[in-house]
């Protein structure tokens, strides 16, 4: 079954930028759109930012402002650059179509800290 791949995870400290990477075999053309997903520690999974195939781009008021999108199709792979991190950005960090219909996988950690 179809499986994202994530990359691009690390320790980072506060103010400093990750660039996450995300790779699916099948097209992205498949899916109404992508997006980047994080779970921190006891929380439920959320949306962070989504991109449609016209490139329509949408954050949560979270990462708005700091977190940029991006997509190249003919890699079917998708990158979210992480600027200005906080410490409340820690978590895994997902990838995924919107709504999900890829099995998910075992993600990128990020963590933001001194």
């Known amino acids: 079954q179809e499986q994202a791949v994530e990359s691009g995870g690390g320790l980072v400290q506060p103010g400093g930028s990750l660039r996450l990477s995300c790779s699916v075999s099948?097209?992205?053309?498949?899916?109404?759109?992508m997006a980047w997903y994080r779970q921190a520690p006891g929380k439920q999974r959320e949306i962070v930012a989504r991109?449609?195939?016209?490139?329509?781009?949408t954050y949560a008021t979270s990462v708005k402002g700091r977190f940029t999108i991006s997509r190249d199709d003919a890699k079917n792979t998708m990158y979210l650059q992480m600027d200005s991190l906080k410490p409340e950005d820690t978590a895994v960090y997902f990838c995924?179509?919107?709504?999900?219909?890829?099995?998910w996988g075992q993600g990128t950690q990020v963590t933001v800290s001194s």
């Open positions: 099948e097209s992205f053309n498949s899916f109404l759109a």
């Open positions: 995924n179509a919107d709504p999900p219909e890829i099995s």
């Open positions: 991109i449609t195939n016209r490139r329509w781009a």
